[in-house]
């Protein structure tokens, strides 16, 4: 454990672990979902602008990590959430509709298990029926564990990964799409590992590769008809998802160029952008907020 801030160069999280899919409440420390370092060192509050005042967000895995800083900044932002979650994070997803409520909107949760096409449906219709409406979807679960060898790597592992990881993207996309309008938004959450190749996250991988040639076919579907479809492509950023899949090696290593892994809050303003009018020429893209690797787009 460091004394440094979350935010400096420098800082190592500690190694811990958890049973997945892993709580937010039972992270140490917490992450930061409202705070976003500053160019003097430090952090302060996010400043919000009312980019997405009176919107309604859908927004997936959104009990902890980068889906709750999300719903946070983008309440702070004007916009009411439905966030879904896996039954076992109740309390977590309780503690996100506190904090969203703290910032003076609506937020309704809805618990599921989104392998299932039928749940997806069923998603997607309490979404509409409890906010009234949406105008962003944002595909932000996920899931993975981590395997060094092909040869180890289970079949029943490889087929979780992609009923959990890539299919609820396109059954939630096909369903939320005939509710969306002009100057509504798709975000869908990718990582790093589509464009390094991860070795021990073979099937994760695989799915966020998936992710990002989603997110392009998708876009030139429905770019003409203005609504856009982009994706957010994370580094290494501290959430549940670590203590819950990676070994104690892999935590230790759990880094970037800038010196320290990113925080949710880092990440979310990236969905902010894309799901505002800031980003109305940008459908089809992948924004890789990865802590300066550089990559191939």
């Given at each position: ?6 935010f ?9 672990h958890?049973k ?38 859908l ?5 902890s ?24 994070e ?20 809805h618990?599921?298990?989104?392998r ?13 029926s409890d ?8 595909n ?5 564990m981590m395997?060094e060898d092909i ?16 299919h ?11 509710h969306l ?5 798709i ?17 994760y991988?695989?799915?966020?590769g ?10 030139n ?19 549940p ?6 070994t ?27 799901a ?22």
């Amino acid at each position: 454990m460091t004394d440094k801030s979350q935010f400096d160069q420098g800082y190592e999280v500690p190694v811990q672990h958890q049973k997945a899919p892993g709580l937010e409440s039972k992270l140490d420390p917490k992450p930061q979902y409202d705070q976003i370092p500053t160019p003097e060192g430090g952090y302060q509050l996010y400043k919000a602008a009312g980019k997405l005042e009176g919107k309604k967000a859908l927004i997936t895995g959104g009990d902890s990590g980068i889906g709750r800083s999300i719903a946070i900044l983008y309440a702070m932002e004007g916009a009411d959430s439905f966030i879904a979650y896996l039954p076992e994070e109740e309390e977590d997803a309780q503690e996100t509709k506190k904090l969203v409520e703290q910032k003076g909107r609506k937020c309704y949760l809805h618990a599921t298990d989104l392998r299932d096409r039928a749940n997806c449906k069923k998603l997607v219709e309490k979404a509409v029926s409890d906010l009234g409406g949406i105008d962003i979807l944002v595909n932000n679960h996920a899931y993975q564990m981590m395997v060094e060898d092909i040869q180890d790597l289970d079949e029943e592992q490889w087929l979780k990964t992609f009923d959990t990881n890539i299919h609820p993207f396109f059954y939630l996309s096909k369903y939320t799409i005939p509710h969306l309008k002009k100057g509504s938004a798709i975000i869908n959450n990718a990582s790093i590992n589509a464009y390094i190749g991860r070795p021990d996250l073979l099937d994760y991988t695989s799915t966020k590769g998936a992710i990002v040639a989603f997110t392009r076919g998708l876009s030139n579907q429905y770019v003409s008809k203005g609504i856009r479809v982009n994706a957010v492509a994370p580094g290494p950023v501290w959430t549940p998802l670590i203590p819950s899949t990676m070994t104690d090696e892999a935590i230790k290593q759990f880094t970037s160029p800038m010196g320290r892994p990113s925080q949710p809050s880092e990440i979310a303003t990236c969905f902010v952008f894309l799901a505002s009018a800031d980003s109305s020429s940008i459908s089809g893209q992948t924004i890789h907020a990865n802590g300066g690797v550089v990559v191939n787009g």
